[in-house]
Nanobody, 126 residues
Framework: QVQLVESGGGLVQAGGTLRLSCAAS????????MGWFRQAPGKEREWVSG????????YYTDSVKGRFTISRDNPENTVYLQMNSLKPEDTAVYYC???????????????????WGQGTQVTVSS
């Protein structure tokens, strides 16, 4: 079992920055792709970003490209999401998730992820 705990959310003004962390425990996530998702009030959860198990490839949904950066520190069993130039439409609960299958490319659907954190609230004021 893998336990994921997100942190780093908060209230920020438009144009501001936040850095989310996702700390894993229970077992290593080094062999697994990791993803960040978000869910805004009244909307479905959406995939935001993903990173391969090596960290060599990263992917982003179009709305955050150029503003968000995903990274991972495998020895620390932690994944990060650096969020710059935040917009009010980025307001959501952000979740990290670990792929259910090791050593593969980043899944874009939430059903491929087996482990989820509890989420951290990000609120961007205009």
């Amino acid at each position: 079992q893998v336990q994921l705990v997100e942190s780093g959310g908060g209230l920020v003004q438009a144009g501001g920055t936040l850095r989310l962390s996702c700390a894993a425990s229970g077992r290593t996530i080094s062999w697994y792709a990791m993803g960040w998702f978000r869910q805004a009030p009244g909307k479905e959860r959406e995939w935001v970003s993903g990173i391969t198990w090596t960290g060599s490839n990263t992917y982003y949904t179009d709305s955050v490209k150029g503003r968000f950066t995903i990274s991972r520190d495998n020895p620390e069993n932690t994944v990060y999401l650096q969020m710059n130039s935040l917009k009010p439409e980025d307001t959501a609960v952000y979740y990290c998730a670990a792929d259910s299958t090791p050593l593969r490319e980043v899944p874009l659907t939430e059903y491929a992820y087996a482990y989820w954190g509890q989420g951290t609230q990000v609120t961007v004021s205009s």
